[in-house]
């Protein structure tokens, strides 16, 4: 069965740390793999990785594809209380003519100050 | 800027209610999908629609039906409503390059 995990499934942080956030899938035809950050609201997207390598980057944001290892980790520096949030991983896979999204149960992340 | 407009954000409705939630976009984009979010079982899919009059049942359908009689429009309903439908409901729009793009989500309560 296609699922995506991510781990760890919380993390409290201060207020200027790393925070690394992994993403593993298993999925029979892999399209792209989608990173959000989820507050009060709704989801907003954050980065799509269809290459494996390629570092893609968004202020103090970062994230990288390994298809070898399927996965992906998102990298947050200096922290701030405003990333406080839970980050979902979503895997597209292609499904007939359709592309089907498979969602992580995502990673809360509260920053202290 | 994407806009998609969830036209209630807090509902109270009683067993056994129709409940209706619309969602409505700006974008003139074809996907359109309706999710529900709940602790511990993350987002799952509903009901998603290619285009207009078109429809397809997602993982969990069971107690909703939708409507698209307009491109940018797209309505879940709720024919008779329970308390395992107590959820945050949230409609998204798909662009052409894959990303879904949200509205802020509709809370629904049954009692």
């Known amino acids: 069965e296609d699922k995506v995990v991510q781990s760890p499934l919380s993390l409290v942080v201060h207020e200027g740390d790393t925070v690394t956030l992994n993403c593993s899938y298993e999925?029979?035809?892999?399209?792209?793999l989608l990173w959000y950050k989820q507050e009060k609201k709704a989801p907003t997207f954050l980065f799509m990785l269809?290459?494996s390598g390629i570092e893609k980057k968004s202020g103090r944001l970062s994230s990288i594809l390994d298809k070898k290892e399927l996965s992906s980790i998102l990298n947050i520096t200096a922290t701030q209380t405003g990333d406080s949030a839970i980050y979902l991983c979503a895997v597209e896979e292609y499904a007939g003519n359709n592309r089907k999204l498979i969602w992580g149960l995502g990673t809360s992340l509260a920053v202290n100050p | 800027d994407v806009k998609v407009t969830q036209s209630s954000r807090y509902l109270v409705k009683r067993t056994g209610e129709k409940v209706f939630l619309e969602c409505v976009q700006d974008?003139?984009?074809?996907?359109m999908f309706w999710y529900r979010q709940d602790p511990g079982l993350g987002l799952r899919l509903i009901y998603f629609s290619y285009d207009v009059k078109m429809k397809e049942k997602g993982d969990i359908p069971e107690g909703y039906s939708v409507s698209r009689e307009k491109k940018e429009r797209f309505s879940l309903i709720l024919e008779s409503a329970s308390t395992n439908q107590t959820s945050m409901y949230l409609c998204?729009?798909?662009?052409?390059?894959?990303?879904?793009?949200f509205g802020e989500g509709s809370r629904l309560t049954v009692l």
């Open positions: 998204a729009l798909g662009s052409d390059t894959g990303e879904l793009f």
């Open positions: 269809t290459s």
């Open positions: 999925v029979t035809n892999f399209r792209s």
């Open positions: 974008m003139d984009h074809e996907n």
